[in-house]
């Protein structure tokens, strides 16, 4: 059996290639397979439609900088039509909402997916924020963390002038130092659960819907023993039948 050798330099440059996690990675910034690859990366991730392959040679960007900086003439006349020019216009103009969630898996930074986006939108607000400390908090890998941080320090800079926000669609979630708090049954001290909700999480509570084990506060003030208050009773789950004398309103 003839035995496959994987390739140690780009096909396309000839750069050496870089093995992570058993992938391999042009590194050089100046390859024009690889700026190909990477813009299609990125309209793929923010589904761009009449972005692909042959439409980004046409257009002759190898940066994203330079696709959104194309007017709709430019556009057209790479095109041939206006019509199609139109629609990739619309569709530029609609990715420019994309949030941080989906963006950042988009600029091909290895091992940074959307599973790592998603842990980090629970952590912090924007790419600001983003450092190797918060990488970990969000439950980051070791490699992951470096990987983003070095982009973040390196390369950010080529793509931070693009029309994003740069920020998380989620926003940080409120840290449960002051309890975590269940309601059940009607309440009185509020018109609505959604109203003392807020409430609550203003003054750093965590609010569950449901009884779950980690939840230390059951509020019902409904007079009623239910079999919910009586199981968070015997779990030795504090039961609130007042919750304005509680929070001090």
């Known amino acids: 059996m003839t035995k ?10 000839d750069s050496v290639l870089n093995e992570v996690n058993h992938l391999l990675y ?12 990477l813009i299609e990366h990125f309209a793929k991730t923010l589904k761009i439609k009449g972005l692909g392959p042959a439409t980004i040679v046409k257009l002759d960007v190898l940066h994203l900088e330079e696709l959104y900086a194309l007017t709709l003439d430019d556009i057209a006349h790479a095109l041939g ?5 139109v629609k990739l216009v619309d569709e530029l103009n609609r ?13 091909s930074i290895p091992l940074v997916g959307k599973t790592a ?3 980090l939108s629970k952590v912090c607000n924007d790419i600001e924020e983003i450092d190797y400390e918060i990488c970990r908090k969000a439950g980051l890998g070791e490699k992951t963390a470096i990987n983003l941080c070095n ?26 130092t002051a ?6 049954g009607k309440l009185v001290s509020y018109k609505t659960k959604a109203e003392a909700h807020q409430v609550l999480q203003e003054l750093g509570y965590a609010v569950k819907t449901s009884l779950t084990k980690d939840v230390t506060i059951l509020v019902n003030e409904s007079g009623i023993e239910s079999a919910k208050t ?8 504090t039961i609130v039948t007042n919750l304005n004398q509680f929070i001090g309103e």
């Open 230 to 237: 009586t199981k968070a009773r015997d779990a030795g789950v």
């Open 4 to 13: 496959i050798e994987a390739p140690s330099n780009c096909p396309s440059c």
């Open 151 to 176: 982009w973040i320090e390196t390369s950010f800079f080529e793509v931070s002038l693009l029309p994003f926000s740069f920020k998380f669609e989620t926003t940080v979630t409120p840290s449960a």
């Open 95 to 107: 990715s420019q909402s994309a949030p941080l969630n989906v963006l950042l898996p988009a600029f």
């Open 81 to 85: 039509s206006e019509r199609l020019a």
């Open 26 to 37: 042009c590194v050089n910034p100046h390859c024009g397979e690889k700026a190909l690859k």
């Open 179 to 184: 309890g975590v708090v269940c309601i059940t």
């Open 117 to 119: 986006a998603e842990k």
